[in-house]
């Protein structure tokens, strides 16, 4: 796993965000947590299944990292358990299974995103603030980024005051870009939240789509607000 530049937070440091690692590799959990701790956040750790739910139990937790291979109580019996209780707890599942059906497993178990080990803690740290954002979430659902806006509960798109019109997957690209504004994603963060799919880059689905999505929003070659970030994937800004 590489660690990366360190990243600026924009938390405020008298009111930290609390983070709850839940990982069996000890060397792991410990860099996780001094590396997390740079970057302003607030940060427990365990490192057994039972842990988790006892250090749940009415304590602060705005996110919650979680191995599967968790002794005692292994992550997927973690997230039944841990769901029905905390619905908007957002839940990053990091595991070292790459098959696609444990991914899935967890996606339907209740996690709201997973990432395969070994990662980037850049990566990490990408997908982290997107749930985090995701979880306070905008005032009466409504993403604007210049003259762009999207409104989530209306599954409404315009730009300069003119209605466009996406399908739903169209929709959902836009929303998850618009979520990460001004902050690159990868085809992959892309495939697994608006696909719940693992990325093959065999396939050229995520690109196509982003194209459908840029014909319609970026008319005017001046005012692009979708760009492709070299080696990356994608990145939705007004400057």
């Not at 988790?52 to 039944?80: F, H, I, Y």
């Not at 690109?207 to 994608?234: E, F, H, M």
Request: aromatic share 6%.
């Amino acid at each position: 796993m590489s660690a990366g530049p360190e990243e600026k937070s924009s938390h405020d440091a008298k009111c930290p965000q609390q983070i709850l690692v839940a990982e069996d590799d000890v060397a792991l959990a410990q860099f996780l947590r001094k590396a997390l701790e740079r970057q302003r956040y607030a940060v427990d750790v365990v490192h057994d299944g039972q842990s988790v739910l006892r250090a749940l139990e009415g304590a602060p937790c705005d996110l919650l990292t979680l191995d599967l291979n968790l002794p005692d109580l292994d992550g997927m019996s973690v997230l039944k358990q841990l769901r029905p209780a905390k619905p908007r707890l957002p839940i990053l599942v990091l595991t070292g299974r790459t098959t696609l059906e444990d991914r899935i497993q967890a996606l339907d178990s209740g996690a709201d995103d997973c990432l395969t080990k070994p990662f980037s803690f850049v990566e990490f740290c990408a997908r982290l603030r997107a749930l985090l954002r995701r979880n306070t979430g905008p005032a009466g659902g409504v993403l604007q980024v210049a003259d762009l806006i999207l409104n989530r509960e209306e599954m409404r798109v315009e730009r300069t005051g003119q209605r466009i019109d996406l399908t739903a997957k169209e929709f959902a690209v836009l929303e998850y870009l618009m979520l990460n504004a001004r902050r690159p994603v990868t085809r992959a963060m892309i495939m697994e939240n608006v696909w719940k799919s693992a990325y093959d880059p065999r396939t050229n689905l995520v690109d196509v789509y982003v194209k459908y999505v840029r014909d319609k929003i970026d008319q005017d070659p001046a005012a692009k607000l979708i760009r492709t970030v070299r080696n990356v994937g994608y990145v939705l800004a007004d400057n």
